[in-house]
């Protein structure tokens, strides 16, 4: 997901046309892709993928822009981002003074506080779509980079995004442009602070909404920041309110337990917080000190270091997370609860001798009661279930080995890589296979049916009806008009008549009938047995 908003009020026509050429340079420097309809091409609806350019953007509005929905190289396309040259367009009745454009991407929240919510806000809405992660999203997040960076007081770039994943889009973009882009103030802890300052006077509206909007790595040097900026009473505040969202046993709590430790703040401060304190979150204690001890607070300093980053949408990560890299890192986070780490360390000993001051039960209580929850992590990891575990996470470390290995031997590894293909790559034996049975599909019926219907019919009439057939997957426009320049070919048209038969509702079989079409070498080498592409 990438969202952009603007405040159109705060920019004059001027400076917005002057950013928008930029982002026309931008699209020209990569193969976005456009959707585009033509509502009487062939008395029916035609769409057809083709380049992004700047165009009068109908049917969906009556202004000049540009529209992006995927790119022309893989053929991935997701939901859509447009932008229109004309400001007017987003402009809007407005009047008196605003708040923060940062503090308007919070401001919708129940639990933000009251002087965050009870702003004027007069932001509006330019990009709001997800990328699923293609290839796409890089350049569209420098896009609105560009936007934002042109505009800093003015307009804010949200979503599944990453300081990592910025610097890459603007070290793309300032490649292209004149000018370069700046990162975003929510990349500079001191910097974003300062500007909060400016909006809020509540401390506490202020270290909530800093927290909120901060996009750097929870580390000890931010707890160091928070405690210098921040008084003790307000950050105990901020804690009892971020962990009353979570119950001990629960990723939430586990994950928010590193954080705390992360940033520097001590066991004792949050068993006051999770427990004693009255007005606190009242949590179970034993349920409390298990997730503590399961924290990974006491892990040795070479079990810190060898557990992999999970965290969905790491501050540093450079590539989008997408849905699988979601479930596999989720499904991992599973797998590896019992082995929970924290850059802070303190040993068994200090944890117990915190529990006993703050919880005022004996020593040897805690001494039963952290021998307990060790023998539990043992015993669960000898269980059959834990076993069966375990042998699946080998079956898929060695399939995933398995697999880099069979990748570096073939060009065309999977369905997705056909957008690829040219005569003399290698093709897996499972994309090999899939082609041969579309290709054998085909053949079975060109011997089975004479198709003299459809050959009778007008050139306008075979094409009328091949776009309406067109119901699973785009075609861009490069396809049509070959498909449009053999009409008269009935042994060709007749091939691209059953190919486009194909009920492509399944996601295999409409990754390889797209693939086909989207790759017009292969669509004309493999399947219509033309020597040369065109």
Not at 526 to 531: D, G, I, K, R
Request: proline fraction near 2%; glycine fraction near 4%.
């Amino acid at each position: 997901m990438i969202n952009l908003e603007i405040m159109p009020n705060k920019i004059t026509n001027k400076e917005w046309e002057h950013v928008y050429e930029e982002t026309l340079e931008l699209i020209e420097a990569y193969p976005f892709m456009d959707k585009i309809i033509i509502e009487e091409k062939y008395d029916t609806t035609w769409i057809y993928a083709d380049r992004t350019r700047e165009r009068k953007l109908h049917p969906w509005y009556d202004d000049f822009g540009w529209y992006v929905i995927g790119d022309m190289k893989t053929g991935e396309h997701a939901e859509n981002f447009a932008l229109m040259r004309n400001l007017d367009f987003y402009r809007h009745d407005d009047s008196g003074k605003v708040g923060d454009i940062f503090l308007s991407t919070i401001a919708w929240r129940d639990d933000m506080a009251d002087e965050i919510k009870n702003k004027k806000y007069s932001s509006r809405t330019v990009f709001n779509s997800k990328t699923q992660g293609y290839d796409y999203h890089k350049y569209i997040l420098a896009i609105a980079c560009l936007i934002e960076g042109r505009f800093p007081e003015s307009a804010v770039v949200t979503g599944d995004i990453t300081i990592g994943q910025m610097r890459e889009a603007i070290a793309w973009a300032d490649k292209i442009l004149e000018k370069p882009i700046p990162l975003t103030d929510r990349a500079d802890r001191e910097g974003l602070l300062g500007r909060l300052k400016k909006s809020l006077q509540s401390e506490y509206a202020l270290l909530q909404s800093f927290m909120e909007l901060n996009l750097t790595e929870h580390d000890e040097c931010l707890g160091d920041l928070l405690r210098s900026n921040f008084s003790k009473g307000v950050v105990k505040k901020y804690v009892i309110n971020y962990f009353s969202n979570f119950l001990p046993g629960t990723i939430g709590f586990g994950n928010s337990i590193e954080n705390y430790f992360n940033l520097g703040f001590d066991l004792g401060t949050l068993c006051e917080v999770c427990v004693t304190d009255k007005n606190g979150c009242c949590k179970d204690e034993d349920g409390f000190i298990e997730a503590v001890l399961n924290s990974g607070l006491n892990n040795n300093e070479q079990l810190r270091h060898d557990v992999p980053e999970l965290a969905v949408n790491d501050p540093e990560s450079k590539k989008p997370d997408t849905v699988d890299t979601m479930v596999n890192k989720t499904f991992f986070s599973l797998a590896l609860g019992k082995e929970r780490t924290t850059t802070k360390y303190l040993s068994l000993q200090e944890i117990k001798e915190v529990f006993i001051r703050k919880f005022n039960k004996p020593e040897g209580y805690y001494q039963r009661f952290i021998e307990k929850v060790f023998a539990k992590k043992e015993e669960s990891g000898s269980t059959e279930t834990d076993s069966k575990f375990s042998e699946l996470m080998e079956l898929l470390q060695k399939k995933a080995t398995e697999t880099e290995e069979e990748i570096e031997l073939y060009d065309i590894f999977r369905l997705s890589d056909l957008y690829l293909w040219k005569p003399e790559c290698k093709v897996s034996p499972s994309v090999e296979k899939s082609l041969k049975r579309l290709k054998s599909f085909m053949e079975d019926l060109l011997e089975k049916k004479s198709y003299t219907d459809f050959a009778k019919l007008s050139s306008f009439d075979k094409l009328n009806y091949l776009n309406k057939q067109n119901k699973y997957f785009l075609i861009r426009k490069e396809v049509w008009d070959y498909i449009a320049d053999q009409v008269e070919n009935i042994d060709i048209l007749k091939k691209i008549y059953i190919l486009l038969n194909v009920k492509a509702d399944e996601m295999s079989a409409n990754n390889l009938c797209k693939m086909v079409f989207w790759n017009i070498g292969l669509l004309r080498n493999y399947f219509l047995n033309c020597e040369s592409d065109r």
